[in-house]
């Protein structure tokens, strides 16, 4: 049961999929959209949107009889997957932090049945699938999934999930097994069609804001560390190793991620601090310019919460008081005459000049000796002509279970490549141009092969504007040595 009750929504993005995969052989791309493309939005949008998300991260997640699973419903992106025989679509949410995939199933009654995010929501239906087959409580993902032999299981007893968030939502259902098609790369920048199988929630039930209709989508699928993530489940059966990485191109939109061993270009590491829910790692010290921040020695560990968070499903960046005080006011040293001014709970400006030449770049350090480098124009935002407001926000003001929270989120993460290594245990970045491409390598074969930008606003059936943020997941599977 731990193993689902510990993944949480992290993120780095919360996307969806345009053919998910389950690899077989080599690789496999998801085409994804942002969830605001092409929509207006207010400064409260993000706030809002981090504080749905954030309520669920820090949600008690249980595992009753009735199931589990770690969905998140906030999230910036989403994508389509193909599931089943015939395939059908399905728009879910791609969160790096909750562990399973799963989908809304035909006998849920109050699943969402439209979305006001334009797309057209589906229920999946294991009886219109010649691949679909129920997973029992006596299999073992089902035993993986409880920690042991589940409580009250009888021969051909289906294998249940469910969670609790937070904010109040669940979801609940059963495990069920299908095919999952994906385009598998091919060659530089060349994809083809592939498909493989994979244990995925069959939600039955849905309340909160899952059950809603405002920005609805048909599930979630999960990027977390646990057994039960397609990764894990991938890697388990030998064909991928639990490596993957994203870019996110703030300045025109769209990116990559790839799962796979990424050899170009070359991330230092620093280490995951274990036993963690989240991708969780050791900032050391915070820097701006070349002074050093002047910090509590504890600052950085809050009794079990241990580590800052890297959550690219996270709009903003979210320190304590203890930091985010002494910060901003070493930011601000640099032009004292400003006049700040809040504008739906942020600090604001009016500013004619260039910010990267008027402001400091804030340095973060880690264990090991990395170094995350955030520009003036990474944390300051233009929200109309010479008013800047600054993207930093004060975790204490929150919640009381975030106000101790050093949270990082694609304030900090976009224009690098992030990269997750999960069999050793590490995670690092570089800045990086992402409208151009990396190069990843197929461990079976030793080819390696360029995975370049997308962005299919301007193709895509959903047609969500030219703002649509795209991500290329490469699926680089290979026999583990």
Known sequence: MDLMMKRLPFLFLVVVVSYVSVVVSATGVF??????????????????????????????????????????????YFAEIRLGTPSKSYYVQVDTGSDIL????????????????????????????????????????????????????????????????????TTAGYYVKDSLQYNQASGDLQTTTANASVIFGCGAQQSGDLGSSNQAVDGILGFGQSNTSMLSQLASSGKVKKMFAHCLDSVDGGGIFAIGQVVQPNVSTTPLVPNQPHYNVNLKAIEVGTDVLQLPSDVFVSGDKKGTIIDSGTTLAYLPDTVYTPLINAIMSSQPNLKLQKIQGFLCFQFTESVDGGFSKVTLQFEDSLSLIVYPHDYLFQIQDAIWCIGWQNSGTQSAETKDMILLGDLVLSNKLVVYDLEKQVIGWTDYNCSSSIKVKDDKTGATYAIGYHNISSSHHLEMGITVLVLLFVMMLSLIC
């Not at 129920?134 to 009250?152: I, K």
């Open 31 to 76: 085409r994804v959209h942002h969830k605001f493309a092409g929509k207006e939005r207010s400064l409260s949008d993000f706030k809002a949107h981090d504080q749905r998300r954030h309520g669920r991260i820090l949600g008690a997640v249980d595992i009753p009889l009735g199931g589990t699973g770690l969905p998140s419903e906030a999230g910036l």
């Open 102 to 169: 799963w989908v809304n199933c035909i006998e849920c009654n109050r699943c969402p049945r439209k979305s006001d995010l334009g797309i057209q929501l589906s229920l999946y239906d294991i009886h219109n699938s010649a691949s679909g087959s129920l997973v029992t409580c006596e299999q073992p993902f089902c035993s993986m999934a409880y920690s042991g032999q589940m409580e009250g299981c009888e021969p051909n007893a289906l294998c249940p999930y469910s969670v609790t968030y937070g904010d109040g939502s």
